[in-house]
Every structure is written in structure tokens, then in C-alpha cells.
């Protein structure tokens, strides 16, 4: 199980990218923290979660 955003997945062994696209996250829009790590874009398609990581998925929201 992973954790993401509080929530318990079973997406062990899946990319990160596999994961935000299945969600229909829009990359320009978010960055990824996994285990206290800021996972750059370039990466997600190469990063695989594993049992017991904790992730959070942050979206960035315009504002003034």
C-alpha cells in the first residue's frame, strides 16, 4: 500500500506518472513529494512506488 494525500493505494510497483495520468492530474499544475523528496517532472515516468511510501501530490492555485 501507498499512501498518497492521506489516502491508501494499491499502486505498488506503478510509476508516479502512471498514477497522476490514471487520476488525470495536469503536470503543469502540480508538483510530487514522495517520502519528503521533491520528484522533479523529468522523473515521474522513471520513479516507482513501493510498499509503504508516503506521497503528496500538490496543486498550485492562482491567486492575489
Known sequence: M???????YE?????V???L???EYDF???AVELNEEIIPKVS???VTM????VM???SFVGGG
Do not use: C, M, P, W
Open 28 to 30: 503543469r499544475t502540480i
Open 56 to 58: 503528496e501530490v500538490v
Open 17 to 19: 506518472e502512471s498514477f
Open 2 to 8: 501507498v499512501q498518497i494525500n492521506g489516502k491508501q
Open 11 to 15: 499502486v505498488a510497483g506503478r510509476t
Open 44 to 46: 515521474y515516468g522513471h
Open 50 to 53: 513501493q510498499d509503504g511510501d
Open 21 to 23: 495520468q490514471e487520476l
